[in-house]
């Protein structure tokens, strides 16, 4: 492993003044908290893993990671700092068979 000596930038930090959700975003969250599970979510440190289901091969990996984290951390009532760790995945379906694949476990 490399490491370069310098602070993490944070999504906060990255843009400057108010954001605001989208529409789409909206609508994306509501279908999104109907259709999660009931779980019950570990005391302590926890560990996300993710697998993102992606039609195109140009989609980048980490950006559906804050959003989905964001509506996890709604549904289940949990502060996502508790995430100390996380494993990403993004595979490759055909269109209209996106899918994502969640689990979320005490370290």
């Known amino acids: 492993m490399?490491?370069?000596?310098v602070k993490p930038l944070s999504v906060n930090q990255v843009w400057q003044g108010r954001r605001f959700k989208t529409k789409k975003y909206k609508d994306y969250e509501k279908t999104v908290l109907a259709i999660l599970p009931k779980?019950?979510?570990?005391?302590?440190?926890?560990?996300?893993?993710?697998?993102?289901?992606?039609?195109?091969?140009?989609?980048?990996?980490?950006?559906p990671i804050k959003p989905f984290q964001d509506i996890l951390q709604k549904k289940y009532d949990f502060n996502d700092s508790r995430i100390y760790r996380a494993?990403?995945?993004?595979?490759?379906?055909?269109?209209?068979?996106e899918f994502i694949d969640f689990r979320i476990e005490k370290l």
């Open 87 to 97: 494993e990403i995945e993004k595979v490759i379906v055909k269109r209209g068979q």
């Open 2 to 5: 490399k490491r370069i000596d």
């Open 39 to 63: 779980l019950k979510i570990p005391e302590g440190n926890l560990k996300l893993i993710i697998t993102f289901g992606f039609s195109s091969k140009a989609s980048d990996w980490d950006n």
